[in-house]
């Protein structure tokens, strides 16, 4: 049960390249989300996705894009890079069909823009 | 808007301590909080779940205590081990949102 997987692990742009980053859940879970975890900030919602073809704002959502074409799969894009999109990102599901499941979480993508 | 305090930040101990990680909220009105601990380089790994309506939450060596009305919670570990080495992430589900709002975390370190 491989649960959540990221794709790429690690991976250095340089400003204004843009890339896609992969969320995977083999969970058959309706909620998956994108934090960014930033030194000294914890935790910070992205956008979040209820199901399948929907997608909304969290907290710090300027400057990406999300798609969730497929419910085992959840994207996030950024169109042009900056050095301020520096951090590590996680992707997170759970079963929202039922309230009180905790959030599982992948490994993380390193995110270095120059 | 919900804020999330973890003290201490930073905690050693040597092995064989019981030890508590506090967490504070500011507001009482979730449906949840959670506990999570995060290995260097890796992603965070639930620990307990408790529900507003719960007291606490027990697995193993942790127990976890849920005061809402305070806007309290801490992580009891009983006799630590160097296997407990990690940074512990609290996290409430504030309620009529679907997000968690996270501490910074507390890193602890646990010497043989």
């Known amino acids: 049960n491989a649960g959540v997987t990221q794709t790429p692990k690690f991976r250095v742009l340089k400003t204004g390249q843009s890339m896609t980053l992969l969320c995977a859940q083999d969970?058959?879970?309706?909620?998956m989300y994108w934090y960014r975890q930033d030194p000294g900030m914890g935790l910070r919602l992205i956008h979040y996705?209820?199901?399948?073809?929907?997608?909304a704002k969290g907290e710090v959502p300027d400057g990406y894009n999300v798609s969730r074409l497929k419910k085992q799969n959840f994207l996030l894009g950024l169109e042009s890079a900056a050095p301020s999109q520096t951090s590590v990102y996680f992707c997170?599901?759970?079963?929202?069909?039922?309230?009180?499941?905790?959030?599982?979480f992948g490994d993380g993508t390193r995110l270095s823009i120059l | 808007k919900q804020e999330v305090t973890q003290i201490p930040a930073a905690l050693s101990v040597p092995e064989g301590e019981n030890l508590v990680l506090n967490c504070s909220f500011t507001?009482?009105?979730?449906?949840?909080l959670q506990w999570f601990r995060q290995d260097p380089g890796k992603g965070l790994t639930s620990l307990l779940l408790?529900?507003?309506?719960?007291r606490e939450q027990t697995s193993g060596r942790l127990n976890a205590s849920l005061d809402k009305s305070s806007g309290r919670s801490t992580l009891y570990i009983a006799a630590s081990q160097p296997g407990d080495s990690a940074t512990y992430l609290c996290?409430?589900?504030?309620?009529?949102?679907?997000?968690?709002?996270f501490g910074t975390g507390t890193r602890l370190l646990v010497s043989p």
């Open positions: 969970m058959n879970h309706e909620y």
């Open positions: 507001d009482s009105a979730i449906y949840n």
């Open positions: 996290a409430v589900h504030p309620a009529g949102f679907q997000k968690l709002v």
């Open positions: 996705s209820v199901g399948e073809g929907t997608t």
């Open positions: 408790i529900q507003s309506s719960q």
């Open positions: 997170a599901s759970t079963d929202g069909q039922v309230r009180n499941q905790p959030q599982h």
